[in-house]
């Protein structure tokens, strides 16, 4: 049976309030279901790829002002832009009066997180406006406490709160209320981390975030032509690919969202008969959920540290050494997968570049290993899936499948959870890498 959502919290980026045939189109979806009541819009973003956002033109504005030169230009650009999208749309609306005020703090020097969440705050009265939901003004319901940091504790009450009695509101993306009263915004994007603050305050059965793709593909497409969408993934495996450079959601958009257990859709304005992804806190029970590899991303930039020393497992405190050379050298290591003979330290390149001789000689010191080198160049590329956890054979068919393409494997690195592979392999193979692995596990060949 189909799931019923009672509440439906609906985020529309940029690029989906572009332009009025843009604001059509999510219109047409929010008013398609009675559940989508509260809306999370972001400020009109590119209609074609030279055109400039308008977060960006605002930003600009603000920069001229505060070097004294002049941003009329800008301005009046920003102003043809919503006029244009309400003057399309045929509203009534008539928002002289909210630019005349933004002029005015503009040239009374207000801050830069004021004039950026303008875009957000004017887009939000003009869809507010267009579909007929109450909009309410983020700067009330959103705060941040005396360090910077947004207040989740205070935020969850007060929203929770406001929106309780209402059927449907509009609430801007991006920006909320500093300590001392002033708007202060998330960092760029945030309108992301909104929808995930107003889902968990109305307790959401999900979370929509509309953008330009039907979700997160299995692989970078600039690797692998037209990878596969990835349909569920769940919260952790996300953490695990975004971790890998993948770019997926704000990390920031997914806490309030993940605490509260709420799953995520991202959905395709321009197609939204695709289902999208769907972020979930447990796979379990979800159709089309039993894919055995999710996603697959990699980063470069690492270098390996092998150490080998017979009998090192019987030597009492031989891997805290090792890493306490790491941290005397104030670096970071980021794996240590370990045999019983040998122990392979991954760290940044760029952190041991040049201090190469520094290390051995520090672990000379401190471990007396009968074998020592720095491997540089070396890239990660995590295989994540959580049904990989008691599949027999999928690090075999990993290896494989590199070997079919003469990929030598550095290193490999299976966490105990079995959600993810981690292999490093030379730089110059990355590529190869990827590929191969989605050949062998994304691919559903036809008999
Ligand atoms: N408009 C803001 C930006 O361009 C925030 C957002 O779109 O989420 O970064």
Redesign the pocket.
């Known amino acids: 049976m189909e799931k019923v959502y009672q509440t439906k919290v609906v985020k529309f980026?940029?690029s989906s309030l572009a332009s009025a045939e843009q604001f059509k189109k999510s219109a047409n979806i929010i008013l398609a279901e009675e559940s989508r009541r509260f809306v999370v819009p972001?400020?009109p973003?590119k209609r074609f790829s030279e055109d400039t956002?308008?977060?960006?033109l605002l930003i600009s504005c603000y920069k001229k002002s505060a070097r004294g030169d002049d941003w009329s230009a800008d301005f009046a650009e920003i102003k043809n832009r919503y006029n244009s999208i309400i003057a399309e749309l045929g509203l009534t609306l008539n928002l002289d009066s909210e630019y005349a005020i933004i002029e005015e703090n503009l040239k009374k020097g207000t801050t830069i997180d004021y004039t950026?969440s303008r875009?957000?705050y004017l887009n939000g009265m003009v869809l507010a406006n267009y579909i007929g939901y109450e909009f309410v003004d983020s700067a009330e319901v959103i705060f941040f406490d005396e360090n910077g940091k947004f207040d989740a504790e205070k935020t969850n009450t007060v929203l929770s709160a406001r929106l309780a009695d209402k059927e449907r509101a509009v609430i801007p993306?991006?920006y909320g209320s500093a300590f001392d009263g002033s708007v202060k915004?998330?960092?760029?994007?945030?309108?992301?981390v909104t929808g995930a603050i107003v889902a968990r305050a109305v307790s959401a059965d999900i979370y929509e975030n509309w953008t330009d793709v039907s979700g997160f593909l299995m692989c970078d497409p600039r690797i692998v032509n037209n990878p596969r969408p990835i349909k569920v993934i769940t919260y952790r495996e996300l953490r695990e690919l975004s971790y890998m450079g993948a770019s997926v959601l704000h990390e920031d958009s997914i806490f309030p969202v993940k605490l509260a257990g709420i799953p995520i859709n991202i959905r395709n304005t321009n197609r939204p008969e695709d289902a999208g992804t769907l972020i979930v806190p447990s796979a379990e029970g979800y159709k089309d959920a039993d894919e055995l590899i999710t996603g697959i991303a990699g980063k470069n930039g690492f270098a390996i540290v092998r150490i080998e020393k017979d009998m090192m497992n019987q030597e009492l405190g031989f891997g805290m050494r090792v890493l306490k050379v790491f941290s005397d050298l104030g670096m970071q290591f980021e794996h240590l997968p370990s045999g019983i003979d040998t122990m392979s330290v991954v760290v940044h390149e760029d952190e041991i570049k040049g201090r190469e001789d520094e290390v051995i000689a520090a672990m000379k010191e401190a471990v007396n290993p009968d074998f020592i080198e720095i491997v540089p160049s070396i890239s990660l590329v995590a295989i994540v899936g959580r049904n990989m956890a008691g599949t027999p054979g999928t690090a075999a068919r990993i290896f494989s499948a590199l070997a079919r393409v003469g990929v030598n494997i550095r290193m490999i690195d299976q966490g105990s959870s079995e959600l993810n592979i981690i292999v490093g392999v030379d730089e110059s193979a990355f590529r190869r890498t990827i590929k191969s692995i989605y050949l062998e596990f994304c691919i559903e060949y036809e008999l």
């Open positions: 980026g940029g972001s400020a973003g956002k308008v977060t960006d950026a875009g957000e993306g991006f915004t998330f960092s760029r994007g945030g309108s992301d």
